[in-house]
């Protein structure tokens, strides 16, 4: 079980709430392939575990919007 | 809609509404009169040469003939169409063969084809394929230059007729799909003179301000149409527009059968709008699942390896080393007691030898202990003292042994008692004879301090000399003063001398001192 702690990395997770779906979701599995490979020892992968979980809530969050939004460009 | 043609009054009929020139006749009147005239002047059997264009087959078929200054109508029957030994196509250049009637329900003149003979393509068919040719060669239709489209584009742009079904179809689709995905509808004509330079410059706008504009992705669009329709889609500027475009471009133009130069150099062709939308937007139930799907991988690859660490943590702690506290101290406690019992061994045995010796040594001492031998002495005296007795036992007469032993005793008493008594006398006499009791009388003895020999005689002495006096119960010192009277038998006494002492010195007569002592006040005992 990732140790619960307060999360000191706040600041290193702030730049996903301005990302694009398709960013969040490569940096989400460049993050999946990094910790699966080993590469990286136990504690970072617990930070990047975070990163993980934030990047998926910003792209459930880009989802869960159900309005379409439509505009319209103006004249040339 | 059937289209026989309503067969009109004669020429006697034509020649009489002629004459007739300021009479007003009716419409149906006028259309007959159209075509017979048409019947008259033009031969049955027309073959004319043009371009096939907007071909639409409803059982019979419809289409245009054109060239580059006119269009006429055509219509072929089913039954003649059938005959028709190629594919008919639009833009083919072809040969009909009819009559011309004019079509009074619709007011038009219309070609009855009843023959259709393929020539060539049609001119405008040729210059496109021209076109698309040196287009090729330059390589702008190569596939290696298409760019991939957005998995999930943020914004897309939608170049089409506001108006048109195509937008509609468009929009519904991404709503349906992924409403996350927004849209910037760009509104252009899609046909027409100059639509081609129209829909050229949207595009070029929209590349330019792409980034501001959020756009990641473009799709241009129309309905169904005659190749006339679609020819602004197939000129030379639309496709410089989408080559030069900063995002991908999707074109989904006319039907399915259609196929528009934009169509060749977008990065990609679609066949309808509705599929267009579908290639650009991401389908968020499917969307969902695969975010769900990383949760997961990313969750199980964490917890593995925490139980990895963990597990190789418990195994290290499980390792005797650290489990145990003693277990590094075990090797050298070890050690530490063997050299502590080896030392304890050789302690003892030294203290062994020692002890034995020591021992030895106190059994010799004790050999020569005095109570011991004593005590042996005396048990060997008891010893032999039992075997007298036992000796005499055995002798005398039993009977009388015991007053023997009584009379033994009583008489070895009676003689202890008179031995006692005996020595009691001898005590008391010596006591009376010795020097003490004499003292006690009065009598002193007087010798000199310098020599301690006894003074018998006054005429030893010389003044000064130092004297000692023993009485009764201590000594007296004297200092000799003045002379002394007479020596022998005067009988004066002399006169008193001082002394240094308070005792007064009492002289001597010459009387020896052994034999009588006949004070007058000492009665002896004797």
Redesign the interface.
Known sequence: ??PAKPNPDASANADIGAM???AA?AE??A??DR??S?EIG?EE??RA?ER??AL?AR??S????????????GG? | MTGTPKASGGAGEGASIAGRRDTVISVSDLAALIDGALKDRLPTGLSVVGELSGFSDRTHWYFTLKDEEAVVSAVMFASAAAKCRFRVANGQRVVATGRVEFFAKQGRTQFYVTALEQVGMGELEMRLKALIEELRALGWLDAARKRALPRFPRRVAVITSKTGAALQDVLDTMRRRCPAVEALVCDVRVQGPGAGEEVAAMIDRVSRGAADLGIDAVIVTRGGGSIEDLWAFNERVVGEAVLSCSVPVVAAIGHETDTTLIELIADERAATPTQAAMRLTPDTASLLEQLGQLRARLASMVMRLVRNESRRIEAASRHPAIGEPGYTLRGPSQRLVLASQRLGHSARARLGTGRAALERLGARLARHEPRGLYAARRAAVEHALTRLRRALKARLDPRGLGDLSERLNGAWGIAADRRSAALAALERELAVVGPMSVLARGYSLTTRASDGTVLRSASSVRPGESLVTRLSDGDVRSTVGGELAGVSGTGDSGPAVPLTLPARAVPVRGRKRRGTLGSPDQLGLF
Request: proline letters at 3%; glycine letters at 6%; aromatic letters at 6%.
């Open positions: 079980m990732p694009s779906y398709e979701v989400l599995e993050i999946i910790i699966e080993g136990l992968s617990v575990y993980g979980v998926q792209c459930k880009i989802l869960a919007q159900a309005e379409q939004r439509v505009t319209e460009l040339a």
